[in-house]
């Protein structure tokens, strides 16, 4: 597929990812999304197998940095919400 209609559907699918990460129902992973959403891409003939797995492997340490953010941040929010919080602050 390519032109427009490659265009629309690479488009809808961004947006349709996107408005899942924000709404994150049931607090599910944004991946639950995208991932389908970048088969549907190759799967359509939009992006080709080769130039997928070539994206992939020079963003590399860019996916790999965000999931390890994606795994830790859970714990790390539970332990920012259990910290007192601050003494006020005194103007003199």
């Known amino acids: 597929m390519t032109g427009a209609p490659a265009e ?5 699918l961004l947006v349709a990812a996107l408005a899942f ?4 129902p049931k607090g599910w992973p944004e991946a639950i999304a995208a991932v389908p959403a ?7 003939g939009t992006v080709s197998p080769h130039d997928a797995s070539a994206e992939l492997r ?5 996916v790999g940095f965000l999931a ?3 795994l830790v941040w859970p714990e790390a929010a539970a332990d ?6 601050p003494p006020p602050h005194k103007m003199h």
């Open 8 to 12: 629309a559907l690479s488009a809808g």
């Open 21 to 24: 990460a924000v709404v994150r």
């Open 38 to 44: 970048a088969v549907v891409v190759v799967a359509a």
């Open 58 to 62: 020079r963003l590399l340490a860019v």
């Open 68 to 70: 390890a953010i994606l």
């Open 80 to 85: 920012v919400t259990s910290l007192p919080p």
